[in-house]
C-alpha cells in the first residue's frame, strides 16, 4: 500500500506570507497527486491535480511542485480566505490520503 | 452545475446495518467511476470503496473489504454504499465523490453522518 506522510500538520502563517505544505510519497506515484481544501464543516474542495494543475477558479497564488518523491503545495501572499485544512491525495493505486495540515492566521 | 446529495446517514447499533445514497446530477453519470470516502469526527480522509463507471468492477480498502459495497444505477444516477456489521471505528461523515481523469477525486458531496453506537 501507498502511504502518503504530511508535514507539517500545523502551521500559524501571517497575512501576505508564503508557505509551503509536503507530502512524502512512500512509493513512486508519478504525479498522480491531488491537493484539497477544506472549511470547518464544508466537503473538501479540489485545489490542484496531476501534482501541478490548478483546478479551474482556484487562484493563481496556488501553486504545486514535484521533487522526487515529495510534492509541495505553496500559496503565495497568504490571503485570510486560505486557512482551513489541506490534505494531499495519491491516486496512482487505488487512494490514500496524507494525514492534513491545519492552517491559521498567526 | 456537478452536484452529488447525500442521503441515509443516521445513528445505528454496532454489528447493524445501514445504506447510504447518494443522487448526482450536472453530468453524464455513467461516464464516471465513483467512491465513497469518509472522515471520522476530527481526523482525516480515508478511501471507503470505488466502483467502475459501467458497475462491474469494485474495490475496497482492507478496513471496510467484506463488510461494505459500494453500488450504482445508472439509470436513475444514484449511487449506494450498504455497510454491514458496523463497528464504532465507522463512526464517520461519509463522501460521495466523483472520480475524474487520472483518478482525480474531483467533486464532492456535502457529507452524511453515520454513527454507531449503542
Known amino acids: 500500500d501507498i502511504q502518503m506522510t504530511q508535514s507539517p500538520s500545523s502551521i500559524s502563517v501571517s497575512l501576505g506570507d508564503r508557505f509551503t505544505i509536503t507530502c512524502r510519497a512512500s512509493q513512486d506515484i508519478g504525479n498522480y497527486l491531488s491537493w484539497y481544501q477544506q472549511k470547518p464543516e464544508k466537503s473538501p474542495k479540489l485545489m490542484i491535480y496531476?501534482?501541478?494543475n490548478l483546478e479551474d477558479g482556484v487562484p493563481s497564488r496556488f501553486s504545486g511542485s514535484r521533487s522526487g518523491s515529495d510534492y509541495s503545495l505553496t500559496i503565495n501572499s497568504l490571503e485570510s480566505e486560505d486557512t482551513g485544512i489541506y490534505f494531499c491525495?495519491?491516486?496512482?493505486?487505488?487512494?490514500?490520503f496524507g494525514g492534513g495540515t491545519k492552517l491559521e492566521l498567526k | 452545475e456537478v452536484q452529488l446529495v447525500e442521503t441515509g446517514g443516521g445513528l445505528v447499533q454496532p454489528g447493524r446495518s445501514l445504506k447510504l445514497s447518494c443522487v448526482a446530477s450536472g453530468f453524464t453519470f455513467n461516464n464516471y467511476w465513483m467512491s465513497w470516502t469518509r472522515q471520522a469526527p476530527g481526523k482525516g480522509l480515508e478511501w471507503v470503496a470505488s466502483?467502475?463507471?459501467?458497475?462491474?468492477?469494485?474495490y475496497y480498502p482492507d478496513s471496510v473489504k467484506g463488510r461494505f459495497t459500494i453500488s450504482r444505477d445508472n439509470a436513475q444516477n444514484t449511487l449506494y454504499l450498504q455497510m454491514n456489521s458496523l463497528r464504532s471505528e465507522d463512526t464517520a461523515t461519509y463522501y460521495c465523490?466523483?472520480?475524474?481523469?487520472?483518478?482525480?477525486?474531483?467533486?464532492w458531496g456535502q457529507g452524511a453522518s453515520v454513527t454507531v453506537s449503542s
Open positions: 465523490t466523483r472520480v475524474g481523469g487520472y483518478g482525480v477525486m474531483d467533486a
Open positions: 496531476r501534482a501541478t
Open positions: 491525495l495519491q491516486h496512482k493505486q487505488y487512494w490514500t
Open positions: 466502483i467502475t463507471n459501467s458497475g462491474g468492477s469494485t
